[in-house]
């Protein structure tokens, strides 16, 4: 005697789209989470640290329009070359002043140009 309990099924195939679904949201996570660039760091020194100031004046104003080298307007490209007379040395103190309508970026940028000059002594007044 044999029970049977209706027509015989057939056997259902697993469906691959959720998983493929997965994948890709965990893909996207991924990319999104991860750190596409490398962060420079340009060390600064906050007003009145360091040693006693020293030598000529050294101050570069940054605002919108650009880079001011004590109150004489100068292309971005000639900073480190009119800097040069001025210090006796790379670690001399040199201070960036932001103006209220400067950005961050271009605070950024005027550093890491001197930085790239070889200037180790920056100064950051507000």
Known sequence: MTLAFGPPRTKKRLGLAPMIDVVFLLLV?????SQFGRDRMVPLAMGGAGDAYQGPPRLVLVT?????LNGVPVEAEALA???APLT???????ILQPNASASLQQLMDAAALLTEAGFTGLVVME
């Open 81 to 83: 070359e009119r800097l």
């Open 29 to 33: 996570f991924f990319m999104l989470a």
């Open 88 to 94: 006796r040395k790379k670690s001399d103190a040199i």
């Open 64 to 68: 919108a329009e650009g880079l001011r």
